[in-house]
């Protein structure tokens, strides 16, 4: 009923995996020295992943129709 | 604790999309039905996220990785025998009633099996219970950004609860259910660092096990004796207590759950929602109760509390409700950081509108159409639920100051919640499944039942008659006490008074309801094949760690 949720989420996401991919390289030193390795890279990259998937699905979804 | 410029653009994204999912679905609100009932709508797997997701209050997320770092593995038995069973018992077996009768909440259901005064009793009471929880979701809210950003108590209050009165207001349940899979994601999406993180340092599982005590680590085998495990209970109690009575008790008759359910564009759709949601439940304990472990080895304080219990065997006194946002602190850097603290925000927000939709629902069909203003218009009634939600909104803003000055009401209100939880699914039970069962049965066993719990409590437990290992203990003692004065007290009436015709009960009780919902859907999506599958994976985690 009136929006399909896999759009809002996917965008929501898309955008929250650049801001947190950015922000891997961005304080690329202070994620190394509290981590190890740079997570907030790889977490970025993961969640901007998982919204385009959603967005892919979306798509679909809404071409079917 | 300092933010960055991402941490901010997160959190105001976050808002942002909450309030543009409430504006874009205020067009597709027409009727009363639609605000409350998502006009029936909706596919199985949103509602079913959205049945766990109404659960995740602050209490729910931050209160079990407290409870797990103070209690360790034995959390988990708060999903694996305290939800999931509940969970595919109310999606096989009770959900015809709820949906095929057509009742629009729980207490109408109650209404139309039994009579006025027992819906009364349900509605007054849950009305209640729900605006104190959104209240005390708000105040913890409003403690933990004071503690942890230096943000005002007041500003974090207000802001955030008028974020869930607008999108309430406009968009209503399907509003209220969209930003719940929402926030549902973001809490998995928040808390999984801190999980893996948290594992890679203390160098992995094994690594956990190896450095926490035994009864730390271990479901089931500590149980024999309440002594011999940290929370003070043995498998009966854990079994009966919250396993049967607290477990079904609110899973399958909790308004706030099950008009998730009702949202469902059909009656098998219904039937899913709770076993759908059954899966992320089952994995949750992933999420919550190995974060609590692992801060009993990396938060100095935790550490030094076990220390002095494992020493000298007293319990030290500390405050595990900061468990999580210390974790958050611990591990998230700047970016992250705005991930988790959106993670909670949502946490709280979801809490606070799952308690606001159920709340306005249950006033405005059970209180205002029964005994306010009856036989208005549809337009009125979706009117008065927009009203309903304003006025449930700021009631809770005062609550939540009235839970700042009165501390301790947060420790009482899951009693108060078993007080008035457990009998009543001893009256679903028989109101489902024994058509015998009569009015004056069902609403005088409620009565007698609340009032045992609070009996047992008052007069027995705090007057010293008898002991219990733990509060938490006692409480699932007193559950048990309520459900089975509750069980009787109405089977003895029911015997003395006269039942209602049969032909008044038909989709209201289970002899008298045709089997009309199985109908040609493949079996991987029917639900006795579901809650199977359910089942025997949670038997498997039990085993695991036993």
Same mark, same amino acid.
């Given at each position: 009923?009136?929006?399909?949720?896999?759009?809002?989420?996917?965008?929501?996401?898309?955008?929250?995996?650049?801001?947190?991919?950015?922000? #891997?390289?961005?304080?690329?030193?202070?994620?190394?020295?509290?981590?190890?390795?740079?997570?907030?890279?790889?977490? #970025?990259?993961?969640?901007?992943?998982?919204?385009?998937?959603?967005?892919?699905?979306?798509?679909?979804?809404?071409?079917?129709? | 604790?300092?933010? *960055?410029?991402?941490?901010?653009?997160?959190?105001?994204?976050?808002?942002?999309?909450?309030?543009?999912?409430?504006?874009?679905?205020?067009?597709?609100?027409?009727?009363?039905?639609?605000?409350?009932?998502?006009?029936?709508?909706?596919?199985?797997?949103?509602?079913?996220?959205?049945?766990?997701?109404?659960?995740?209050?602050?209490?729910?997320?931050?209160?079990?990785?407290?409870?797990?770092?103070?209690?360790?593995?034995?959390?988990?038995?708060?999903?694996?025998?305290?939800?999931?069973?509940?969970?595919?018992?109310?999606?096989?077996?009770?959900?015809?009633?709820?949906?095929?009768?057509?009742?629009?909440?729980?207490?109408?259901?109650?209404?139309?099996?039994?009579?006025?005064?027992?819906?009364?009793?349900?509605?007054?009471?849950?009305?209640?219970?729900?605006?104190?929880?959104?209240?005390?979701?708000?105040?913890?809210?409003?403690?933990?950004?004071?503690?942890?950003?230096?943000?005002?108590?007041?500003?974090?209050?207000?802001?955030?609860?008028?974020?869930?009165?607008?999108?309430?207001?406009?968009?209503?349940?399907? *509003?209220?259910?969209?930003?719940?899979?929402?926030?549902?994601?973001?809490?998995?999406?928040?808390?999984?660092?801190?999980?893996?993180?948290?594992?890679?340092?203390?160098?992995?599982?094994?690594?956990?096990?190896?450095?926490?005590?035994?009864?730390?680590?271990?479901?089931?085998?500590?149980?024999?004796?309440?002594?011999?495990?940290?929370?003070?209970?043995?498998?009966?109690?854990?079994?009966?207590?919250?396993?049967?009575?607290?477990?079904?008790?609110?899973?399958?008759?909790?308004?706030?759950?099950?008009?998730?359910?009702?949202?469902?564009?059909?009656?098998?759709?219904?039937?899913?929602?709770?076993?759908?949601?059954?899966?992320?439940?089952?994995?949750?304990?992933?999420?919550?109760?190995?974060?609590?472990?692992?801060?009993?080895?990396?938060?100095?304080?935790?550490?030094?509390?076990?220390?002095?219990?494992?020493?000298?065997?007293?319990?030290?006194?500390?405050?595990?409700?900061?468990?999580?946002?210390?974790?958050?602190?611990?591990?998230?850097?700047?970016?992250?950081?705005?991930?988790?603290?959106?993670?909670?925000?949502?946490?709280?927000?979801?809490?606070?509108?799952?308690?606001?939709?159920?709340?306005?629902?249950?006033?405005?069909?059970?209180?205002?159409?029964?005994?306010?203003?009856?036989?208005?218009?549809?337009?009125?009634?979706?009117?008065?639920?927009?009203?309903?939600?304003?006025?449930?909104?700021?009631?809770?803003?005062?609550?939540?100051?009235?839970?700042?000055?009165?501390?301790?009401?947060?420790?009482?209100?899951?009693?108060?919640?078993?007080?008035?939880?457990?009998?009543?699914?001893?009256?679903?039970?028989?109101?489902?499944?024994?058509?015998?069962?009569?009015?004056?049965?069902?609403?005088?066993?409620?009565?007698?039942?609340?009032?045992?719990?609070?009996?047992?409590?008052?007069?027995?437990?705090?007057?010293?008659?008898?002991?219990?290992?733990?509060?938490?203990?006692?409480?699932?003692?007193?559950?048990?006490?309520?459900?089975?004065?509750?069980?009787?007290?109405?089977?003895?009436?029911?015997?003395?008074?006269?039942?209602?015709?049969?032909?008044?009960?038909?989709?209201?009780?289970?002899?008298?309801?045709?089997?009309?919902?199985?109908?040609?859907?493949?079996?991987?999506?029917?639900?006795?094949?579901?809650?199977?599958?359910?089942?025997?994976?949670?038997?498997?985690?039990?085993?695991?760690?036993?």
């Amino acid at each position: 009923m009136g929006i399909d949720i896999k759009y809002p989420i996917g965008l929501f996401f898309t955008l929250v995996g650049i801001i947190i991919t950015i922000s #891997g390289l961005y304080h690329k030193q202070e994620v190394i020295s509290k981590l190890g390795f740079n997570f907030s890279l790889i977490w #970025g990259i993961v969640m901007l992943a998982f919204g385009l998937i959603m967005l892919g699905l979306h798509y679909i979804a809404r071409r079917k129709s | 604790m300092a933010l *960055s410029i991402f941490d901010y653009l997160i959190i105001i994204l976050y808002f942002g999309f909450v309030l543009g999912i409430g504006y874009f679905l205020k067009k597709a609100i027409k009727t009363s039905d639609d605000y409350f009932l998502s006009g029936r709508s909706i596919p199985a797997w949103i509602t079913g996220i959205a049945f766990i997701a109404a659960n995740l209050g602050a209490l729910e997320v931050m209160g079990m990785v407290a409870n797990s770092a103070k209690y360790g593995i034995l959390t988990a038995h708060f999903y694996w025998i305290g939800a999931i069973p509940a969970m595919a018992f109310v999606g096989v077996f009770m959900m015809p009633f709820y949906y095929g009768s057509k009742a629009r909440s729980v207490p109408e259901y109650l209404r139309l099996r039994f009579d006025e005064k027992t819906r009364g009793f349900n509605a007054i009471s849950f009305a209640v219970l729900t605006l104190l929880m959104s209240g005390i979701n708000m105040y913890a809210m409003g403690i933990i950004f004071k503690l942890l950003l230096g943000w005002s108590f007041h500003f974090s209050v207000i802001v955030s609860a008028v974020i869930v009165l607008l999108y309430v207001f406009f968009g209503g349940l399907t *509003s209220s259910i969209y930003n719940e899979v929402l926030q549902f994601l973001l809490i998995v999406f928040g808390l999984f660092p801190i999980s893996y993180l948290g594992l890679r340092e203390v160098g992995g599982w094994n690594e956990l096990v190896k450095r926490l005590p035994d009864n730390f680590t271990h479901l089931w085998s500590t149980l024999s004796s309440a002594s011999q495990n940290p929370m003070g209970i043995e498998w009966f109690g854990m079994i009966f207590g919250l396993g049967f009575v607290l477990s079904f008790g609110y899973w399958c008759t909790d308004f706030l759950v099950v008009q998730r359910a009702l949202a469902s564009k059909d009656i098998n759709a219904a039937r899913r929602t709770p076993l759908i949601g059954a899966f992320p439940k089952m994995l949750f304990p992933f999420f919550v109760v190995l974060p609590g472990m692992i801060a009993i080895l990396v938060i100095p304080e935790f550490k030094t509390a076990l220390d002095t219990l494992l020493k000298t065997g007293h319990t030290a006194n500390v405050n595990y409700n900061m468990a999580l946002p210390l974790l958050i602190k611990h591990y998230l850097p700047r970016g992250l950081l705005g991930l988790g603290l959106t993670a909670l925000l949502a946490s709280f927000m979801s809490g606070m509108a799952g308690n606001v939709t159920a709340f306005n629902t249950v006033w405005t069909f059970d209180i205002y159409q029964s005994y306010i203003r009856p036989g208005k218009d549809d337009k009125h009634y979706l009117w008065m639920g927009k009203m309903a939600t304003v006025f449930g909104v700021l009631v809770s803003i005062a609550l939540t100051y009235i839970v700042m000055y009165f501390n301790n009401l947060m420790d009482y209100m899951q009693l108060l919640f078993s007080f008035f939880n457990a009998p009543l699914f001893a009256t679903f039970l028989l109101g489902m499944f024994w058509k015998r069962a009569t009015s004056d049965g069902a609403f005088w066993g409620l009565v007698s039942g609340t009032s045992a719990a609070a009996a047992h409590y008052f007069l027995i437990y705090k007057a010293g008659i008898i002991h219990y290992g733990s509060e938490m203990s006692a409480n699932f003692y007193g559950a048990i006490v309520a459900w089975v004065v509750c069980f009787l007290t109405t089977i003895i009436i029911s015997y003395m008074t006269k039942p209602k015709p049969d032909e008044e009960m038909v989709k209201l009780v289970y002899s008298l309801t045709p089997k009309e919902y199985k109908d040609n859907i493949p079996f991987y999506l029917k639900p006795g094949f579901l809650a199977a599958i359910v089942l025997i994976s949670t038997l498997i985690l039990n085993i695991i760690f036993w």
